[in-house]
T-cell receptor, first 114, second 114 residues
Framework: DAKTTQPTSMDCAEGRAANLPCNHS???????VYWYRQIHSQGPQYIIH???NNETNEMASLIITEDRKSSTLILPHATLRDTAVYYC???????????????FGKGTKLSVKP | SAVISQKPSRDICQRGTSLTIQCQVD?????MFWYRQQPGQSLTLIAT?????????ESGFVIDKFPISRPNLTFSTLTVSNMSPEDSSIYLC???????????FGSGTRLTVV
């Protein structure tokens, strides 16, 4: 079973920041938080990941609480093309053995509206 | 990021027949993963394919139904055997990204069984 809990759906106005929450209260010390998104009819796309520090890249920012039990993905200026299902996933950082795959939950369906 | 070519992109098949899906990666990777995404659902891992060894199947998936080949470090196939309408899904392959801890996904194969 997925180790994360996300809202089923969210709406966001175009040009505004989209803040997508994720709860991962059972996260282990060696597990990273990953975010992926899946635009309709495409394969999932990696967005960002982090261990305990906040992270930012050209796509998004990831804010992880100090106790690491929850995080928020921030899309600073959402566009219509950001409409997708966003998945929050926790897993160990290395690829070996049974830890080498991703376990997807149901994700959050983000709808960006004009 | 790794680049994956997945074929076919879609197919409509008769029940009782088999379909082989191919994934070609532009770099050598040790592990490849095969996922299924049923209509309106999240992704479920089918199996992990390592070059030079038998694939490792997740609970609920068996080799007779989903045989996998991994002849080299850049290529893998997944066969969906003796298909029924319940096998109608999107099938995706995935590999670890060589530059980061993310994963790259193929564009998926949309299978419809009639």
């Amino acid at each position: 079973d997925a180790k994360t809990t996300q809202p089923t759906s969210m709406d966001c106005a175009e040009g505004r920041a989209a803040n997508l929450p994720c709860n991962h209260s059972t996260i282990s010390g060696n597990e990273y938080v990953y975010w992926y998104r899946q635009i309709h009819s495409q394969g999932p796309q990696y967005i960002i990941h982090g261990l305990k520090n906040n992270e930012t890249n050209e796509m998004a920012s990831l804010i992880i609480t100090e106790d690491r039990k929850s995080s928020t993905l921030i899309l600073p200026h959402a566009t219509l093309r950001d409409t997708a299902v966003y998945y929050c996933i926790v897993r160990a950082g290395d690829y070996g053995g049974s830890q080498g795959n991703l376990i997807f939950g149901k994700g959050t369906k983000l709808s960006v509206k004009p | 990021s790794a680049v994956i070519s997945q074929k076919p992109s879609r197919d409509i098949c008769q029940r009782g027949t088999s379909l082989t899906i191919q994934c070609q990666v532009d770099s050598q990777v040790t592990m490849m993963f095969w996922y299924r995404q049923q209509p309106g659902q999240s992704l479920t891992l089918i199996a992990t394919a390592n070059q030079g060894s038998e694939a490792t199947y997740e609970s609920g998936f068996v080799i007779d139904k989903f045989p996998i080949s991994r002849p080299n470090l850049t290529f893998s196939t997944l066969t969906v055997s003796n298909m029924s309408p319940e096998d109608s899904s999107i099938y995706l392959c995935s590999v670890p990204d060589r530059e980061a801890y993310g994963y790259t996904f193929g564009s998926g194969t949309r299978l419809t069984v009639v």
